[in-house]
Each structure stands twice: as C-alpha cells, then as structure tokens.
C-alpha cells in the first residue's frame, strides 16, 4: 500500500469515528432544544402548582445531565440552560401562546411590569437553569467516572430540590382565637379548595363556632387577594361570622383555574360566586349568608345580589364600584389636569400615548393607579400602608409560590377580564337590590370614584339601604378604619338583618 493510500485509509477511519462521537452530542442538543419546546406546551406560564413546580426541576436536571454526558465541549455548561430557556420564551410566545400580560413584550416604565418580568421570566429562568446546570456537571463527572464529583452533585441537587419545596411548601393556617386567648371549641380554621364552574378554587373559612352566620368577602383587583387583610384587620368579626374569603379564579392561590381564559368572564364569576354561596349555605347550615365587597369585588358582589337574591341576609360595599369605564374616564381627565397643573410633561406624553381608556392593556391602567395617592393625598393609617407594601404579598396562608401566583395573577386575571367589564355600569343595570344594602364609602376615597357611587347609591331602591361615610378612609374603610367598620357589620348589620 502506497503512503498516499495509506494517508487517505486513515483519515476515512478518523472522519468516520468522527461522525460516530460527534452522533451523542448532536442527540443530546436535540434534546436540550425539545425540553425547552415541551415545557413551552405544558407550562406556558411557568410552573403554576407545587407538582409543576417539582417536576421542572427534576425534568431540567435530568436533561443536564444528559447533555453533559454525550457533549464533550465546556461550553454546555452555558449554552445547555441557554438554549432551553431561549426555546421555552420562543415557544410560548408563538406557538404556546395564551392570553394575559404574561405574554406581551416585558415592560419595565411601571412597577407592574418590572414584577411580571421577575415573576416570569426570571423565575424561570432561575428554577431551570440551576439544576441543569448541576446535572451538566453530574454528567460529565461521570463521563469522566468522577465519583467525587458526582457525588458532590448528587448533594447539589438534593439542595435545588430542597429549595423548590421550600418555594411550594404548604401554607400555614393560624387558629382562631376566643376573647380569652384560647381557641374555642367548634371553631373553624381552614383553608382548601372548592370545586367552582368545574375547576378548584381556594376559600378560606374562619370562625370561632361553625354555627355562627357566613361571612362571604370578595377581593378586589381583579386579581388581588385579600386573605392576609381580612384576618389583619377584621379578625374580630370571627367571633360573630364564620368569614370567608374566595380566591376566585385566575387570583392568588387560583391562579392555576385561569384558564382556559375564554371563560374568565363576569358572568361566570358570578356563576362561581353564586355556586359557591350555596355552598357555603349547605355546609354550615344557614338558609343564607353575608356578602361583603371592596372595589372590583362590589362590582361582583351586586352583580350576585342581583341574580339570587334568596341567598343573602344582605349585602357591604366598600370602595364600591359603579362604572369601570366612566371611572377610568373621570381619572384620565384628571390626571391630565394634573400633569398641566405641575408642568410634568412626560406624563402628559404618556397618557397622549395611551388616549382616553379603555387602553389596550393592564399596564397602562398600572401607570394611572401609580398616581392615586398624589391625585387626592390624604394621610394613610400606619398598618393600613404597612399591609398593602411588600408585606401584604406574603400572608401565613401563602406558601412563596402561592405570592409568585399572586402577581402574576393580578397582571393576567386583570388583563383578560378588565376589558370585559367595560358595558357595567348599574345606574342602568341596577336600580333595584332586593336584599339589605350597606355601604362603607371613604371622604377621601377618588372623586371619580365617589360621585358615581354617590350618584348610583342616590338612586337605588332596597328594603333597607344605609350609607356610613369613613372620615379617615379612602377606597378601603374595613382596613383603613377597620373597628368601625367591624362595629358596623356586628352592632347595625347582624342586629338588623339576622332572624333570631
């Protein structure tokens, strides 16, 4: 065989040998990029429930390790997590898209953008990239038959998962307390999940004896959470309700029920709501219960008064809503003003961006609620503003990806159902409740709320309907003067309204 046969023998085997090495890593991308495609299908928003949650990071460590088995290069280390997180935001962003805030480009001119981003993206990103990273470093330990090292990942990864049940560990539910400090027989603390509209929704049911009348508390948003206020600054009305406070869907600890979004509508929350009064009726053996709203929730809470009527002993509005639209209207009016009056021309470019609402997302309604406070100041209680900062996103009754779900929930809960409350308006809709009506209204609250509460409330006809102006307060009296309106609800409301 001639040397130059023999050059050209060689290296045929060496390009062979070649392609067979190089076969694994190919593989191994392939499988890299099909992880972050399938999560895309299965967790479009990012893991929404503890199980979800658990099975990401195994998923990700599993697919890191294989990648750091088959490809030979260091790089891996980076590009594996890179390319499946870089797949994953493609995929639900085309493909897997859905409907919510969570899917348009990231906005970092509001607060609430900036939270989306870090409740989406980054946390993500964060719950991928360390256990695939750590299985990388597991794979190519063992490629090279590393023990030492593979056991060091081996710990490394029980400490990601460690970590990922620390992020959805069970939520605390305190007991209730009697006026002696003890908690009494037959009380009810409980937090759990009813099937509502067909899908779980979380309630949580607070009393000091199960035979006391139902509270029934509607949070407002839509999309907050008011499980951590109630019991802050209403916990004595324990004493005489059984106070529950609905996660409704799409919020909070529901946020995984949002969707399909094509059923996220008024009318089906308020099929959700009715449902779950009955519910509540049943269990407790009342023949009716209470209901309480604060802003988007009194919307809902007339919205169920005025379609079963028997199911409530009467019905507590606070910072009630009358028209989403034409108060969305009175606030850009004013907030133009407002921008003239102190010379602040990047606010008046801004709303001439956005125009008259309704706008064509929840951040430009976020850009408005960032200047309620300076449109009408009025000094705030101390626990009041302590409780709707930072801290109120982290209740007992939260484990952290329930607050993860909390955010997220508000921008996307309020996103796909704000728009469809934009023909309420119940100086039409609603002249007559035939239930009790009591209202809680604050001096201070917005004027483009309070004239078209003043004007609804004028107007209305109810067997009984009472008016109680807040001097301290603004949108939320049961948490801004919270003795009063507990007092209110025990001393006037029970007193007048339940058959002894």
């Known amino acids: 065989m001639t040397r130059s046969l023999q050059s050209r023998t060689v290296f045929a085997v060496e390009a062979v040998a070649a392609r067979h090495s190089a076969a694994p890593g190919a593989w191994a991308w392939l499988v890299v990029a099909s992880s972050g495609v399938v999560a895309a299908a299965l967790v479009p928003r990012g893991p929404v429930t503890g199980g979800a949650v658990i099975a990401l990071l195994v998923g990700a460590a599993i697919v890191g390790a294989v990648s750091g088995l088959l490809i030979r290069t260091r790089w891996v280390l980076i590009a594996a997590p890179a390319l499946h997180i870089a797949l994953w935001e493609l995929s639900r962003a085309t493909i897997f898209r859905l409907d919510g805030a969570a899917f348009g480009r990231p906005r970092f001119d509001v607060p609430l953008g900036v939270a989306l981003f870090l409740t989406v993206h980054l946390m993500y990103a964060l719950i991928v990239a360390m256990p695939m990273l750590i299985g990388v470093l597991g794979g190519r330990a063992w490629a090279r038959r590393r023990g030492a090292a593979v056991a060091a990942g081996g710990v490394a990864f029980l400490a990601v998962m460690a970590a990922g049940v620390v992020l959805v560990w069970p939520s605390r539910v305190a007991p209730v307390r009697g006026v002696d400090g003890t908690t009494p027989a037959g009380s009810v603390a409980t937090l759990e999940a009813v099937r509502l509209g067909g899908t779980p929704q979380w309630v949580s049911m607070r009393g000091s004896s199960a035979a006391n009348p139902v509270l029934l508390h509607l949070s407002g948003g839509p999309g907050s959470s008011d499980v951590g206020w109630v019991r802050t600054f209403n916990q004595p009305l324990e004493q005489h309700f059984t106070v529950v406070v609905w996660e409704q869907r799409g919020g909070g600890k529901s946020y995984p029920a949002l969707d399909p979004t094509s059923r996220l509508t008024p009318d089906q929350l308020v099929s959700d709501g009715i449902e779950l009064s009955a519910w509540l009726a049943e269990r407790f053996d009342e023949r009716k219960i209470y209901l309480s709203g604060n802003s988007w929730g009194s919307t809902l809470g007339v919205l169920m008064v005025q379609r079963r009527p028997d199911l409530f002993h009467a019905y507590i509005g606070t910072g009630q809503m009358v028209s989403q639209r034409e108060t969305d209207r009175l606030l850009y009016r004013q907030l133009n003003a407002y921008a003239a009056r102190n010379g602040d021309e990047r606010l008046r470019d801004e ?150």
């Open 351 to 500: 709303l001439a961006a956005l125009g008259e609402p309704p706008y064509r997302d929840v951040f430009g309604y976020a850009l408005v609620m960032e200047y309620y406070d300076a449109l009408e100041p009025y000094e705030h209680e101390p626990a009041f503003d302590e409780a709707r900062g930072l801290r109120g996103f982290f209740p007992d009754e939260y484990s952290l990806l329930d607050t993860w779900n909390e955010v997220r929930g508000f921008a996307d809960m309020g996103g796909v159902l704000y728009p469809r409350l934009q023909g309420i308006d119940f100086r039409i809709n609603v002249p007559v409740l035939e239930v009790p009506v009591y209202f809680a209204q604050g001096r201070h609250e917005l004027t483009a709320r309070g004239t078209l509460a003043d004007e609804w409330i004028a107007q209305l006809r109810a067997p009984i309907k009472r008016t109680y102006v807040f001097q301290r307060s603004g949108h939320n009296p049961d948490a801004e003067e919270p003795g009063r309106f507990n007092r209110l609800l025990t001393d006037t409301v029970l007193a007048e309204t339940y058959p002894r």
